[in-house]
């Protein structure tokens, strides 16, 4: 098992182009949150999700943002014409269902940078 | 709302000293973890308190939770250079939405 997938590490966009991150999560975990890093600042919450399902959006942007989690395949944040303000790390983590949010599993992120 | 404020928010010390990091958060919680993070990668989990228990140790590392006070410590003891990282507290809030909230982290430095 090799732990929760992100890519890519490393993504670069122009200002106005849209930004797709991926995640995939720990094998049987079937829960997945997404968290933004701004420089030298701790995490924020984004965003929770199960297959198919959104369960909490309360920390993402109203605009330019959406994130999915389907049935197969990765997680995917997606951002619409990104600005320079995106810039950050966005960090995935995962678990399988824990009322104590015991057992969650972070990915390695991905640093977006944008032009 | 930002829950889990680490204080102080940068620390350094020598090579052998301890380290006590402190994080405060707002409401109710079930339990609170720390975490690590070298600059640049992603965070490590280093050790979760239970809302109903008081002091908890993991190799160098000492936590304590005071649910009066909602307040929390993390204790390095005999800090190695390899500890150089930044170290943040994450609650569990009791119901309402389950996600990890996070705080502003504390930025250690070990100095050799």
């Known amino acids: 098992n090799a732990g929760v997938m992100q890519n890519p590490r490393h993504l670069v966009r122009r200002r106005g182009q849209e930004a797709r991150l991926r995640c995939s999560p720990m094998k049987g975990h079937s829960h997945v949150y997404w968290y933004r890093q701004l420089p030298e600042e701790g995490l924020k919450f984004m965003v929770y999700l199960q297959k198919e399902n959104i369960i909490d959006e309360s920390g993402m942007p109203k605009e330019r943002f959406s994130a999915e989690f389907p049935k197969e395949g990765p997680s995917i944040l997606r951002i619409q014409q990104v600005v320079r303000g995106d810039s950050a790390a966005y960090f995935c983590?995962?678990?399988?269902?824990?009322?104590?949010?015991?057992?969650?599993?972070f990915g390695s992120g991905t640093r977006l940078t944008v032009v | 709302s930002q829950q889990g404020e680490e204080d102080p928010q940068a620390l350094s010390i020598q090579e052998g000293e301890n380290a006590t990091m402190n994080c405060s958060y707002k409401t109710s919680i079930n339990n609170l973890q720390w975490y690590r993070q070298n600059s640049g990668r992603g965070l490590v989990h280093l050790i979760l308190?239970?809302?109903?228990?008081r002091e908890k140790h993991s190799g160098r590392l000492r936590v304590t939770l005071d649910t009066s006070k909602k307040s929390s410590s993390l204790l390095i003891t005999a800090s190695r250079a390899a500890d150089t990282a930044s170290y943040f507290c994450?609650?569990?809030?009791?119901?309402?939405?389950?996600?990890?909230?996070f705080g502003k982290g504390t930025k250690l430095t070990v100095n050799p």
């Open positions: 308190i239970r809302s109903n228990e």
């Open positions: 983590a995962s678990s399988l269902w824990d009322s104590t949010g015991n057992g969650y599993t």
């Open positions: 994450a609650s569990w809030r009791q119901g309402g939405s389950e996600k990890l909230v």
